[in-house]
């Protein structure tokens, strides 16, 4: 119990932080913009708020200014079940990429920042 409070606890300070330094967002043209936009309809991240794994993508994200969906597996039931029964695991970050009907979980946060610089940097 006394992990569980101290791990989240950190997290929450390194959310904190985070936030505070994570500078500004990549700029583009209106119509570069719009289709960035458009992309991210087709993404979503499963995160916990605290996990450090996740803010390393949320700061990625926002440096590429990508408008990714966020659904809070820890705290949202249905958001947990559709990543335990779709996903495989529960297990963040993982971002969910939807390409027309076919749909690619992707983890690990290394992995996932790869993915959006090569598609967005």
């Not at 505070?20 to 936009?37: I, P, S």
């Not at 995160?47 to 994200?61: D, E, N, T, Y």
């Not at 290394?110 to 598609?119: E, K, M, T, V």
Request: glycine share 6%.
């Amino acid at each position: 119990m006394l992990i569980k409070l101290l791990r989240e606890g950190l997290g929450r300070i390194i959310a904190g932080i985070s936030f505070m330094t994570q500078g500004n967002a990549m700029k583009r043209t209106e119509e570069e913009q719009a289709l960035v936009n458009k992309a991210g309809e087709d993404l979503s991240l499963y995160q916990f708020q605290s996990c450090p794994f996740c803010v390393k993508v949320r700061r990625q994200i926002h440096k590429l200014n990508v408008p990714v969906e966020l659904r809070d597996a820890k705290n949202n039931e249905q958001f947990r079940n559709e990543l335990a029964e779709n996903g495989g695991r529960i297990k963040v970050p993982c971002l969910r990429i939807q390409k027309d009907d076919d749909v690619q979980w992707m983890y690990e946060s290394n992995d996932i920042n790869a993915y959006l610089q090569q598609r967005f940097g």
